[in-house]
């Protein structure tokens, strides 16, 4: 495999556009970047924000070699001042993100960079490719989990995903989302994501009785095992040579796995088998193309199953397989240090920024621990959340709600301040269970599969008043 720097993983108009911000010195102008998603895949209520990780290991190994330089000097259009700066380029900047595991709305900022407009540039591909990839299969292993009302979910998606970063990444990301494990050996070597796994059905193949291939696969892993039952005949054989070998060892703690035809039909046989053979404590997994449908499915239809074994309908969220979130620039730096707010102006309207430096308060009731809704707010407005708040629909200003008995939360927190790291990534576990906690305060309702409640996220009466001064200004 040829060296990869990840400093290289850039659209290239963004040198491009460098180039040109060195050569009108604009990169010495402090530029403000959002980072936000305009709807949430699959029509949920909401999505799950992951990637933080990983984009400050890039950060801080953010260098361009020799190579790279050469590289681009081969492209014959960059200037040489430009490319000298590049062998000393650093990360010198501001970011501010919400913790990994956090539910997150559209339009709202996820991340926030603050930075010379050149390394706020070079940075936009990848902070987005990491994001929006993490965040897509969070979203998507939270929706696969809670269909599986309690039941563990594991991700088994690895030989499916879109390249060797979609594996690992993908998985790590599916236990943020709620999985309790992964099949990836390479994510749990990483991250501590747990690992585990059973045998395919070329193990059983390979000996002359499927029988043979159970017993020999219980000598090796006494300790609750797992037997894949379906390679020949589920019923007639699989799961008979099973329950003999389980008794003939003397194993009570074990499984079996049923990965191909009718599971619900199959699971309710196979349980009813085991219990009558005394194996009450033998668990069902079951795989084979699953998703948050048919697991629903399965669970309404009353399935005996203890373990749901998800691969390619996760790890591509196949149903919805772009997260869509964007970077667009929303402030820049006055040389007195002013900031002045941009907006980037559409006929979709859907596609009109929300100007300025800002922070994001979400807003939770005292009495039942919810939260009520999230609201933009420019960098330095503070919210007294001792006293009655009024917020504002967007989208229509004549509505307005006000909070009372209520806490105010920062989302944003800081992450890189002057380009060094502020933030202490928590461990795979904790991410796991913030992100638990935090679910927990979402109404029911918001976490529908179909048409959930709309959460608000509101501007605040100044954002909205910048916003529409500059739209004004921008008439199309």
């Given at each position: 495999m040829k060296h990869q720097n990840m400093a290289m993983l850039c659209d290239f108009y963004e040198f491009t556009m460098s180039n040109g911000y060195f050569k009108n010195g604009f990169y010495k102008r402090t530029v403000y970047f959002d980072v936000f998603f305009r709807s949430v895949p699959d029509n949920g209520g909401f999505a799950i924000a992951a990637g933080l990780e990983q984009l400050i290991d890039y950060i801080k190994e953010l260098r361009f070699e020799d190579a790279d330089i050469d590289y681009l000097r081969s492209k014959g259009i960059f200037d040489e001042?430009?490319?000298?700066?590049?062998?000393?380029?650093?990360?010198?900047?501001?970011?501010?993100?919400?913790?990994?595991?956090?539910?997150?709305?559209?339009?709202?900022?996820?991340l926030t960079v603050?930075?010379?407009?050149?390394?706020?540039?070079?940075?936009?591909?990848?902070?987005?490719?990491?994001?929006?990839?993490?965040?897509?299969?969070?979203?998507?292993?939270?929706?696969?989990?809670?269909?599986?009302?309690?039941?563990?979910?594991?991700?088994?998606?690895?030989?499916?995903?879109?390249?060797?970063?979609?594996?690992?990444?993908?998985?790590?990301?599916?236990?943020?989302?709620?999985?309790?494990?992964?099949?990836?050996?390479?994510?749990?070597?990483?991250?501590?994501?747990?690992?585990?796994?059973?045998?395919?059905?070329?193990?059983?193949?390979?000996?002359?009785?499927?029988?043979?291939?159970?017993?020999?696969?219980?000598?090796?892993?006494?300790?609750?095992?797992?037997?894949?039952?379906?390679?020949?005949?589920?019923?007639?054989?699989?799961?008979?040579?099973?329950?003999?070998?389980?008794?003939?060892?003397?194993?009570?703690?074990?499984?079996?796995?049923?990965?191909?035809?009718?599971?619900?039909?199959?699971?309710?046989?196979?349980?009813?088998?085991?219990?009558?053979?005394?194996?009450?404590?033998?668990?069902?997994?079951?795989?084979?193309?699953?998703?948050?449908?048919?697991?629903?499915?399965?669970?309404?239809?009353?399935?005996?199953i203890d373990t749901f074994g998800v691969g390619e309908r996760l790890i591509t969220s196949s149903s919805a397989p772009v997260f869509g979130g964007v970077y667009k620039l929303v402030a820049v730096e006055k040389r007195n240090g002013e900031i002045e707010p941009k907006i980037k102006v559409s006929e979709n309207t859907a596609k009109i920024t929300n100007p300025h430096f800002k922070k994001v308060y979400r807003y939770f009731d005292n009495e039942s621990g919810k939260a009520l809704a999230d609201e933009l707010c420019v960098w330095d407005e503070t919210v007294d959340d001792t006293k009655p708040h009024t917020i504002f629909d967007p989208n229509a200003t004549w509505k307005t709600k006000t909070l009372i008995n209520f806490t105010a939360k920062e989302l944003l927190v800081p992450v890189f301040k002057n380009g060094e790291c502020v933030y202490d990534c928590p461990s795979i576990q904790e991410i796991q269970a913030y992100c638990a906690g935090q679910l927990d305060c979402l109404w029911d309702e918001v976490k529908r599969f179909e048409n959930p409640h709309n959460y608000y996220v509101d501007l605040s009466e100044q954002i909205y008043q910048i916003k529409s001064i500059l739209l004004s200004l921008h008439k199309m």
């Open positions: 001042d430009f490319l000298a700066y590049l062998k000393n380029f650093r990360f010198t900047g501001d970011i501010f993100a919400v913790p990994e595991g956090t539910p997150v709305f559209p339009n709202e900022p996820i603050r930075a010379p407009a050149i390394e706020a540039q070079l940075i936009e591909t990848f902070v987005l490719l990491t994001i929006n990839h993490q965040s897509l299969i969070a979203t998507k292993a939270n929706r696969i989990v809670r269909a599986a009302q309690g039941k563990a979910v594991l991700e088994f998606g690895s030989r499916r995903a879109q390249g060797a970063s979609g594996a690992v990444d993908g998985a790590r990301a599916a236990y943020i989302g709620g999985c309790a494990g992964t099949a990836c050996t390479l994510t749990d070597q990483l991250y501590g994501v747990p690992a585990g796994g059973t045998m395919a059905h070329a193990w059983v193949q390979m000996f002359d009785s499927e029988l043979e291939a159970f017993r020999t696969y219980c000598e090796l892993y006494p300790k609750n095992p797992t037997l894949l039952v379906d390679t020949y005949d589920t019923l007639r054989s699989g799961i008979p040579n099973a329950i003999e070998v389980f008794r003939e060892k003397n194993i009570r703690e074990c499984a079996i796995r049923l990965d191909s035809g009718d599971i619900s039909y199959l699971s309710k046989k196979a349980r009813k088998m085991l219990d009558d053979a005394g194996l009450t404590d033998c668990k069902i997994t079951v795989s084979n193309a699953l998703d948050e449908k048919l697991i629903r499915d399965l669970m309404m239809q009353g399935a005996k």
